[in-house]
């Protein structure tokens, strides 16, 4: 009965590669979001959907491509992967406007070697 | 611009002691503030929240908060730490003004140990 679940829950891959993290949450929200938490900690929004509307996009390669078939699934692809892309991914979702508080899912540490 | 300052990187207490993990947090308006938890590799837990309603705040595991508009200080208190206490503690913003999917802005972060 996992409210937001990711897979997989750890990655190890080589620099070049492309890759895909997955997110479903089975709580009714409407909007789904990725974050990126890098080594010192530090948690930043990369993506928020609304509906399947993207809504945020930050200042994030465009390697980074989210998808959202429908809105209980939220997917990350990652063309490319870099050095720098090492990190742990947070998927997070919450009931749009009527919620403030966000459910996070248990994170996928990415590793890229 | 919305931000939270966390002014203790680590702190470090006795098992039975208090806890305090202090926030400042910048706003133009009455913001949405929260706590989360994050247990050595695991994903986070909300703690508490502050929505405009009552100032202070109780959470799960015994944890609390009070919101001072006047100070713009949002700590996280516990009158008795356990060794499972032990993480790292988010101070976090929500913007006013919200619509669908609004980021949360996190603070760096404050380690809690604790000891026997």
């Known amino acids: 009965d996992t409210a937001v679940s990711q897979t997989p829950k750890y990655l190890v891959t080589q620099m070049g590669n492309d890759k895909s993290i997955k997110c479903e949450q089975n709580l009714g929200h409407d909007t789904m979001y990725w974050y990126k938490q890098d080594s010192k900690k530090f948690l930043k929004i990369m993506f928020s959907y609304n509906n399947k509307e993207l809504i945020i996009n930050e200042t994030v390669p465009n390697r980074f491509s989210p998808k959202s078939p429908d809105k209980a699934h939220l997917n990350l692809h990652i063309n490319s992967l870099e050095l720098g892309d090492s990190a742990v991914y947070f998927c997070?979702?919450?009931?749009?406007?009527?919620?403030?508080?966000?459910?996070f899912g248990p994170g996928t540490r990415l590793t890229v070697t | 611009a919305q931000s939270v300052t966390q002014l203790d990187s680590h702190v470090s207490v006795s098992e039975g002691t208090p806890v305090l993990l202090r926030c400042n947090y910048s706003s133009s308006y009455s913001p949405s503030l929260f706590w989360y938890v994050q247990h050595p590799n695991k994903g986070l837990q909300l703690l508490l929240k502050?929505?405009?309603?009552?100032?202070l705040v109780k959470g799960i595991n015994g944890f609390e908060a009070e919101f001072k508009k006047s100070e713009t200080s949002f700590h996280l208190t516990k009158p008795s730490a356990h060794m499972s206490d032990a993480a790292e503690y988010f101070c976090v913003v929500s913007p006013p003004g919200r619509q669908a999917g609004t980021a949360l802005i996190f603070g760096k972060g404050t380690t809690l140990s604790v000891s026997s």
């Open positions: 997070a979702s919450s009931s749009g406007v009527s919620s403030y508080e966000q459910y």
């Open positions: 502050y929505t405009s309603a009552a100032t």
